[in-house]
Each structure stands twice: as structure tokens, then as C-alpha cells.
């Protein structure tokens, strides 16, 4: 038995240097979803503030050209937040390659832009409620200081928020890499598609796919440990 996992493992990544597949792939997913996430960071902080500054501002505050503006924002946000959730990742994914940027070159960039998109979406709401777990008293504190509503809500508020999301971000990241594996549907060569290409050629299903999930399990057990990590830290500073 040993040496027919032997020949196996010598037929699907010695031979004709097919390892590269896996490696070229797992580079492929690791850059696509770096760039993703932090795609999805920006719009999802951006749109959670925008939000979360609507719904705490009184009708009789939202006057004015800006007060206007924040509605339209508001109501834009809540259009995006309903799509994009509301339908699968993968249809996202192809229209964005085969409708609204079918002649981008680079399907890297269609799978950070499809990925991050959606991503902002569900950390949108992980940012949303962590600024809302924050009691009132923190933003009335900092204004009776002299502080803006922008400078209190960054540099008072959100710290804590995003202290209060970790655990719930660090989902939606392991979430989002292991959803990469979806873009094989495009013809990106991402992980899974290259255990998936020494499949079709050695015939031989196994050993491929059982790498490709222990990359992936390893990758999800160093970020859940790097975090905890982190987590650790936060609240050691927190009892000093």
C-alpha cells in the first residue's frame, strides 16, 4: 500500500514538476485574497459609518445639502447591502466577468473586485453593530471635549468597535479565503483549480484534493491562532 501512495504521490506532483500547479495556485489565492479583504475592509468601514451616522443623527439634523446627501448615501448603502447579500457569491462573480468588466484583462483584478465587493457587504454590518455595541456615552464624551463628530467617531468610537468585531471579522476572513475557491468558474488558477488540473491529468482525485484541503486547514488554523493571539493582546491592555 505504502508504495502504491508512493508511485500516487511521484505521478501527481514529481512528475513534470506538477507541484507548481499547487503553489502557483495557492500564490494566486493568497494575493486575491489580500487585495479582496482589504477591498472589503475600506467599503465596509465606509458604508457602516455612513449608516450607522444616519441612524444616529435626528430627522430634524438631516437638513441641508449634506443631510440630503447622507440620505441618498444611506439609501444606496442599504441597495447594496440587499444585493449584494441576497445573492450568491459565484453570480457575482460571473456577472462582474462576463457583464460588467468583460474587457478587464487580469482575472486577478475581476476576482478582487468580485470578492471584495461582496466582502464589504457582510463587514458593513460586523463594523455596523460593533460601533453600535458602543454606549452613547463615549460619542457624547468626546463632543463635550470639543471634539468633531468625524474625530470622535474615528478616533474614540471606532477603536473599540473594531476591538468588539474581531472575532466576527476574523470569520469573514476565513470565509473569504476559502470562497476563493470559486474562481476556478472564471479560469483563474487559484488553489483548488490546481489540485482540480493535477486531477484531470493524473486521473487521480485523491492525493490532490486531500492537499489542497490541508493547505486550506493549515492556512485557517494560522489565522485563527495569529488572532487569538491578538485577542490576548487586546485584553491584557485593556486590564492595565
Known sequence: MFDDLKAKFILDFVEKDRWMYITSGLKTTLIVTMFALLLGLFLGLLIA?????????????LHGVGG???????ILCKIYLTVIRGTPTLV????????????????????VI?????????VAEIFRSGIMSIDKGQMEAGRSLG???????????????IKNC????????????????????????????????????????????LVVAAIYLAMVMFITWLM???ERRLRESDNR
Do not use: W
Open 49 to 61: 459609518v455612513i449608516r450607522t451616522v444616519h441612524d444616529q443623527l435626528k430627522e430634524e439634523q
Open 68 to 74: 440630503f446627501v447622507l440620505k441618498i448615501a444611506n
Open 92 to 111: 457575482q462573480l460571473l456577472l462582474i466577468y462576463f457583464v460588467f468588466l468583460v474587457s478587464c484583462k487580469s482575472k486577478v483584478l475581476v476576482a
Open 114 to 122: 468580485a470578492f471584495g465587493v461582496n466582502s464589504g457587504a457582510y
Open 147 to 161: 471634539l468633531p463628530y468625524g474625530d470622535t467617531m474615528m478616533k474614540v468610537v471606532m477603536p473599540q468597535a
Open 166 to 209: 474581531l472575532p466576527a471579522l476574523v470569520n469573514e476572513m476565513i470565509t473569504l479565503l476559502k470562497e476563493t475557491s470559486i474562481c476556478g468558474y472564471i479560469g483563474l488558477n487559484e488553489l483548488t483549480r490546481g489540485g482540480d488540473i493535477i486531477r484531470g491529468v493524473t486521473f487521480d482525485a485523491l492525493l490532490p484534493l
Open 228 to 230: 487569538s493571539k491578538l
